[in-house]
Structure formats: structure tokens, C-alpha cells
């Protein structure tokens, strides 16, 4: 399969007991689709050890015309975090570039993807709504991330090598744990200045 032998799978019924566990809120983890969707999901889930934090999967905004993102975090000391939820393996992946698109082939030839284009837009899309809302200047940080869950990094540098693009905002299956961390000292970090 496209996922590493050491990741367990992620079954609804599995995913509902890490929400019921989950210290923070989480809103529409039933529409997690997929199974590496359903990882990242509970990655972010088990790591966000704020009761203050919400985090929502797939949510839409009623003015928005694009698809809604994966995943949201929201939190008063971490900020905004957008993550888009690729569950392609690397052996489905030809080429990349180093604006963070990919070139996937399927079945019926090749297609081009830029995941982060994507949930940039989607992350701007909630910022404009939440400036909607809120009157004067939105103080949180907004970040935004594309998971790989089927992708160690390791695999990534052996096919690409050393001078392969990782942009900062790329999560691979390794990474999930240590993201909702991440986000905590970045937002205090930004929300200091």
C-alpha cells in the first residue's frame, strides 16, 4: 500500500475515540473522508492539548467558492491553522516544483497539483471572514500547512535528495505529531511581537 508498514490505519470508529479523548472541541470529524485524512486528523487532535482550542474538519464558508480546506485550528494562543490533507503516496508523484506543486500520474496520464495554492486561498478566504466579523485589526496568526500522511520525510529526501524544495508550510507523516506544538510556540512567538 501507499502508507508505511509501521502507521496503523485509521478507522472511523478509531477516530471517534480519539475525539471523544480529544481535550479540545472538534466539529465535523465524521466528514474526514479518507483514511489519510482521518490521520491527519487525529494527529492534530491528539497533539492540541489546549481545552481552549476548536478544530473543525471541513469547514465551509457560506460567501466562499472554492472547496473547503481539511482541517482548522483555532486557537486564542496558536492562532489559525489551514491544513490541506494530500493523501497521495511518493510513487505517485513524477515531478515537483519549487513553488510546492506536483505533477501526480494516474492511470490516464499526468496532472498537475498545487496544494498550496489551495489552501492559501482557502486560509485567506476564513481570515477575510473573520476580519468581516471582527472591527479593527485581526491580531492572531494565520498560518497555513499541506499534510503528506502517506510520506515519511526520510522517503521524500531519498527519492528527490538533499536539494529536493520542503517548504516550511509541508507536513510529512512524521511531522503530524509535532504540528499542533509547532503552531503553540509560533503563534506565542508572533502574538509577542
Given at each position: ?10 478507522t ?6 480519539i475525539v ?9 470529524w465524521e466528514?474526514?473522508?479518507n ?15 489546549s ?9 465551509s464558508?457560506?460567501?466562499?467558492t ?7 485550528l ?5 492562532g489559525?491553522?489551514?491544513?490541506e ?12 516544483d519549487p ?11 499526468a496532472?498537475g ?11 485567506f478566504?476564513i481570515?477575510?471572514?473573520a476580519q468581516?466579523?471582527?472591527?479593527g485589526?485581526?491580531?492572531i ?9 502517506c510520506?515519511r520525510?526520510?522517503a ?6 538533499a536539494s529536493?524544495?520542503i517548504?516550511k ?7 503530524l505529531?509535532r ?7 509560533n ?6 511581537s
Amino acid at each position: 500500500g501507499i502508507y508505511d508498514s509501521d502507521r496503523a490505519s485509521m478507522t472511523v470508529n478509531e477516530l471517534g475515540r480519539i475525539v471523544d479523548a480529544a481535550r479540545c472541541r472538534v466539529f465535523g470529524w465524521e466528514d474526514a473522508g479518507n483514511e489519510p485524512h482521518r490521520q491527519a486528523l487525529a494527529e492534530v487532535i491528539r497533539s492540541t492539548k489546549s481545552e481552549e482550542a476548536t478544530i473543525l474538519c471541513e469547514p465551509s464558508l457560506t460567501r466562499s467558492t472554492t472547496r473547503p480546506p481539511d482541517i482548522v485550528l483555532v486557537c486564542p494562543h496558536r492562532g489559525v491553522a489551514v491544513i490541506e490533507v494530500k493523501g497521495f503516496g511518493l510513487d505517485e508523484i513524477s515531478s515537483i516544483d519549487p513553488g510546492g506543486g506536483f505533477v501526480l500520474h494516474y492511470a490516464g496520464g499526468a496532472r498537475g497539483r498545487n496544494p498550496f495554492h489551495q489552501v492559501r486561498i482557502a486560509m485567506f478566504d476564513i481570515k477575510d471572514a473573520a476580519q468581516r466579523v471582527h472591527e479593527g485589526q485581526l491580531t492572531i496568526p494565520f498560518r497555513y500547512f499541506v499534510a503528506l500522511p502517506c510520506i515519511r520525510r526520510s522517503a521524500w529526501m531519498a527519492k528527490w535528495g538533499a536539494s529536493a524544495p520542503i517548504p516550511k508550510e509541508l507536513i510529512f507523516q512524521d511531522d503530524l505529531s509535532r504540528l499542533s506544538p509547532a503552531l503553540l510556540h509560533n503563534g506565542m512567538k508572533r502574538l509577542g511581537s
